[in-house]
């Protein structure tokens, strides 16, 4: 109950800062605010007041960090709409990718597996039995470089064998 009332108090302070005509008047101050309602609001498992900030912070153009994409992702995934979650949780893959925007080895696992359910959800088992092999399970599974200090931990390791299972299991590919 704790968290859930610091959360509350959080997105009391963001909502009492929007509402003042010194943030109003900067477009900015709104968006901002927005932004950093998205991840309160997930947590609270107020879906669609976390995607309606989300898609209105991105729709103004502003710059959307790794973790509130996920938690957009997961706010979509509450929603039923996984395609629209599959596109937020690629665009954290995408950045990690092109090496444009630093993705830490958390934020990339949570979004590969968001990508999963995503693909799971919306009936694309090919795709997530493929986003589950080759890519979520195998970098969490594969050792890093030497000294790159981004081994998995050991329950993130755990984790990637579940959803080895879950993936034969749900997308009937048993091996």
Avoid at 54 to 79: C, F, W
Wanted: hydrophobic share 35%; with cysteine.
């Amino acid at each position: 109950m704790k968290h859930t009332g610091r959360l509350e108090d959080s997105l009391s302070s963001l909502e009492r800062l929007q509402s003042r005509p010194d943030c109003r008047a900067q477009g900015g101050c709104v968006t901002r605010t927005s932004l950093a309602k998205v991840k309160p609001l997930a947590a609270l498992n107020r879906s669609e007041e976390a995607v309606a900030a989300y898609e209105g912070a991105r729709d103004s153009g502003a710059k959307v960090s790794n973790s509130t994409l996920i938690a957009a992702g997961g706010a979509y995934i509450s929603l039923r709409e996984p395609l629209k979650a599959a596109e937020v949780y690629q665009q954290v893959v995408d950045r990690h990718q092109a090496g444009k925007a630093a993705v830490s080895r958390d934020h990339l696992y949570e979004a590969e597996k968001g990508l999963f359910w995503a693909y799971l959800e919306s009936e694309q088992s090919g795709l997530a039995r493929e986003q589950a092999r080759n890519n979520y399970v195998k970098r969490t599974l594969t050792p890093p470089e030497s000294g790159s200090g981004l081994e998995a931990p050991d329950w993130m390791k755990t984790d990637a064998y579940a959803t080895i299972g879950l993936s034969e299991t749900f997308t009937g590919n048993p091996e």
